[in-house]
């Protein structure tokens, strides 16, 4: 009996051997950048420099026709070729009953850049090279818009209204408990603290980026997408969902070794 027990509480309060240990300290290991994939495309971004303007005018005429450059692509482009938005936030509720309000977040920014480094433009070309020297060719005109990136400030009223729909630059909120009971516990309380905790930004940072290699099958009509990911099967749902022309039928997402996540690595 002692021994059928512990057998069925494996890993609980003892050592588990790990198993993918010997293949990568011996440089076996198959992360996305270690699969040869012949006559590939690479792609660079030219991202945004400022935390909030109007994209104005693009101007990709002279990184077109730079050697080497198989395609250069705007988020108008995007747009226009039925490219749905990306999924964000978990849908709760506003103040006001709406459902979480949030601007659209696009593969390549249209019509508006929200953040610094948000991708503007995308250039695919034959090396690395070539597409970063492209991406500085392109030239993009914005008219600078006013920002704001401190949450007190943010909701303060007269705040820059980030987004339309939400004029307050609340996006959501949530509530749980008796807020008349909580009142009324601290208005009797003999004292009361009040006290304001700042939370620093967090940005994971994984040994291996995001990467990813898609590689397009014209006999069979399938799409296999490798990449770093911590969730494959979200990645299966969202190319089907976003991008016209493709199902779960023919897609196909493969997850090899995953150099670090954290977090960062769980979504399109």
């Not at 935390?51 to 250069?72: F, L």
């Not at 482009?77 to 490219?83: D, M, N, R, S, Y």
Request: net charge negative.
């Amino acid at each position: 009996m002692n021994s059928m027990l512990e057998a069925g509480r494996f890993g609980s309060g003892q050592a588990v051997q790990r198993i993918e240990d010997a293949a990568l300290l011996s440089g076996r290991g198959q992360f996305t950048d270690d699969v040869p994939a012949a006559d590939a495309g690479y792609v660079a971004f030219q991202r945004s420099p400022h935390a909030h303007a109007r994209i104005v005018s693009i101007d990709s005429g002279e990184a077109a026709a730079m050697p080497g450059v198989i395609a250069v692509l705007t988020g108008a482009e995007l747009v226009q070729a039925g490219i749905k938005p990306i999924p964000t936030a978990v849908n709760f509720k506003r103040p006001d009953g709406r459902s979480t309000v949030s601007p659209p977040r696009r593969a390549l920014a249209h019509e508006f850049v929200r953040y610094v480094g948000e991708p503007v433009v995308a250039v695919v070309a034959t090396s690395r090279e070539a597409a970063r020297d492209a991406a500085e060719a392109v030239f993009v005109e914005y008219e600078d818009l006013p920002s704001v990136s401190d949450v007190i400030a943010a909701t303060a009223p007269g705040a820059v209204v980030v987004c339309a729909e939400a004029p307050d630059n609340v996006a959501a909120e949530m509530r749980h408990g008796d807020a008349a009971a909580v009142e009324r516990a601290f208005a009797g309380a003999a004292h009361a603290v009040a006290l304001d905790l700042v939370n620093q930004r967090l940005a994971p940072s994984a040994l291996e980026p995001r990467s990813v290699l898609a590689t397009w099958e014209e006999a069979s009509g399938r799409l296999t997408v490798r990449l770093s990911n911590q969730m494959p099967t979200s990645i299966l749902n969202s190319i089907s969902d976003l991008i016209p022309g493709f199902t779960k039928d023919n897609v196909r997402v493969v997850v090899g070794d995953v150099g670090g996540g954290f977090g960062m690595k769980t979504g399109i």
